[in-house]
């Protein structure tokens, strides 16, 4: 008898030449990154971004981040700047994305990009994925490995349940981060398009600017953030003290008494472990057959700010 999971493979060698093989003819696979689980292609192939779009659900004009192992990759395809390399020194590799100006002659497929002018690109930390980008002779069209709008996924059956066992995953255990990168717009104004755990203040510290606050005209820039995102699919409600019985509560911190219908995202009050928890929550509670979500004030610090982002953007 086939094994059902037989899509969920381990990271050898052997493997890596299964996937390297996938992705050189146009595959697409699901791999582990810090942040959460990413759906990858090569980024200067057209069947392999139309595949990515399809199987994600995913509106054309919502651009892919594209993923590089260094500098001297990404230099063929944009146009990297001072402010740049500072900023990228102090993070990365690392949970980030640059939205920077696109080269003229760059092998980023438009439709890639969603035919803007500029890209975003992103070095990521995690040893899986970075042994990968350093044999393969183009970078990764890669968005997060979920049908647009729901929940990003954090471990490898994540990804395997949200493609009905379609695509072959990377196993590389649960997401250091558990939620998605910072996006830093670079290009006219700079400013935060989508928070993460590399926070405002730190890069205002590297960069020694103020930061732009979002208008109505970035968030267009970034059409990726949408309003309604990171839905688990049943009502969020936030800013919750307290929840009835029958539907699931997530709470912080150790005022919050354990109940059955309880899910603590941090008793010791530890944003990074609650960015840890919440998508996983997001899932359990769905699969538990809950059918509605509150959830207790998580403090808007750190990355606390991104936390409340997602959360706000599920409540929709
Ligand atoms: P995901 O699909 O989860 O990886 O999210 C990618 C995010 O990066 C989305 O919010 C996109 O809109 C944003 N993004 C990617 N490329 C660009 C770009 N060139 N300009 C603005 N935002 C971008
Ligand atoms: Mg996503």
Do not use: W
Not at 139 to 157: D, E, H
């Amino acid at each position: 008898m086939k094994n059902i999971y037989s899509n969920i493979i381990k990271f050898n060698s052997k493997n890596l030449i299964k996937i390297i093989n996938i992705l050189k003819k146009n595959g697409i696979i699901g791999l582990p990154t810090e942040t959460v689980y990413g759906l990858a292609g090569n980024a200067y192939s057209n069947n392999a971004i139309k595949k990515i779009f399809k199987i994600k659900k995913r509106l054309k004009k919502n651009p892919l981040i594209i993923h590089y192992y260094s500098l001297s990759n990404a230099k063929k395809d944009v146009i990297l700047d001072k402010k740049f390399l500072k900023i990228y020194k102090k993070f990365s590799p690392g949970p980030i994305t640059y939205i920077v100006k696109k080269k003229i002659h760059s092998k980023i497929k438009p439709l890639a990009c969603a035919n803007l002018k500029t890209v975003g690109i992103r070095f990521p930390k995690n040893k899986i994925i970075r042994k990968l980008l350093k044999k393969l002779e183009f970078p990764l069209a890669m968005p997060s490995a979920n049908k647009s709008s729901g929940v990003s996924p954090v471990k490898p059956m994540d990804v395997f349940e949200e493609f009905n066992n379609k695509i072959k995953v990377i196993d590389g255990g649960i997401s250091n981060i558990g939620i998605e990168s910072t996006v830093l717009n670079l290009v006219g104004k700079i400013c935060i398009l989508r928070p993460g755990v590399i926070t405002p203040k730190q890069i205002e510290n590297v960069l020694k600017i103020k930061l732009n606050t979002l208008t109505k005209q970035t968030v267009v820039k970034s059409p990726g953030s949408f309003k309604k995102h990171y839905s688990p699919g049943i009502p969020v409600y936030i800013n919750k003290n307290k929840c009835p019985d029958k539907y699931a509560f997530i709470t912080f911190g150790k005022k919050y008494p354990v109940t059955r219908n309880s899910f603590n995202l941090s008793r010791k009050s530890n944003l990074n472990e609650a960015a840890r928890n919440l998508y996983k929550f997001f899932r359990n509670i769905k699969k538990r057959g809950y059918k509605k979500i509150y959830v207790a004030k998580v403090p808007n610090t750190g990355i606390g700010i991104a936390i409340n982002d997602r959360l706000k953007r599920a409540s929709k």
